[in-house]
């Protein structure tokens, strides 16, 4: 399964998952069609799945004209965004498998960005080889989704799913907000080292135009305030002992920031 990462919109990431042994792509989270389309056509691949994480139109946008172009394709996404996803044949959650390219990925329930979002992870096929986390907004390099249908509560149990997956994982999440997410972290966690370098690698990265996307969980442990809520300094910072509460706080600020 190789996985293709396409620019959309001003910012967003759409994945082609391709099969060179079958000629068979699938796409995550497909903001537009032409991007894809264009992709397509250059591998001469047929289209035979969709896998959205969650209803918004930046993640959906493309569906129905590829729905169109490939009427065979199959459109997966989260149980509770019935109605909200177009063309949606597939209704998953917590535990449920997909298929593609041999490969069987496993599907997790991460609501808190909105109340139905999901995510798919598909473990490595071997110990030397890293799993992929398609997390769509819940998780992103260097920080997390704002909660817009979800609770504090909710996200922190869905950040600790993802959290539990081993240390290789590649996250492929959906937006380059990186740069940005990291010039936040710093100033709530300005004295770990791991993310000053961390800060400086994806600095320059961005001034020389490259993807920071795929990360790795292993990474996002040691430099992403929102999967560090139980550390004492970060707790410090925004004064509570309580891993919601300084989720929440961290969250809080991160949205004025």
Not at 95 to 101: T, Y
Request: glycine share 8%; charged share 20%; with cysteine.
């Amino acid at each position: 399964m190789q996985i293709i990462r396409l620019k959309a919109l001003s910012d967003n990431y759409i994945f082609v998952l391709y099969d060179t042994s079958k000629n068979i792509a699938a796409v995550v989270d497909p903001a537009e069609a032409e991007p894809v389309l264009k992709k397509l056509n250059q591998l001469q691949a047929e289209l035979v799945a969709i896998f959205n994480t969650h209803h918004h139109g930046d993640h959906v946008g493309g569906n129905t004209q590829l729905m169109q172009k490939f009427p065979q394709v199959r459109v997966y996404g989260g149980i509770e965004d019935r109605g909200r996803i177009p063309g949606q044949q597939v209704f998953l959650q917590q535990g449920d498998r997909v298929q593609f390219a041999d490969r069987i990925g496993e599907v997790i329930f991460v609501p808190g960005h909105t109340r139905a979002h999901i995510a798919y992870y598909f473990p490595p096929e071997s110990a030397k080889e890293p799993g992929e986390l398609f997390c769509g907004d819940t998780l992103f390099a260097g920080g997390c989704g704002r909660l817009f249908e979800g609770t504090p509560t909710q996200m922190v149990d869905s950040l600790n799913k993802l959290r539990d997956l081993p240390d290789n994982t590649r996250i492929w999440c959906a937006h380059e907000y990186t740069f940005k997410n990291l010039q936040f972290a710093l100033t709530v966690d300005g004295n770990n080292a791991d993310l000053q370098s961390r800060y400086q690698q994806v600095k320059l990265c961005r001034t020389q135009g490259e993807a920071t996307i795929p990360s790795l969980l292993g990474v996002e442990k040691r430099t992403n305030p929102f999967l560090r809520y139980t550390e004492p300094q970060l707790q410090s910072t925004v004064n509570s002992k309580d891993a919601v509460q300084t989720f929440a706080r961290l969250r809080g600020m991160k949205d004025r920031f």
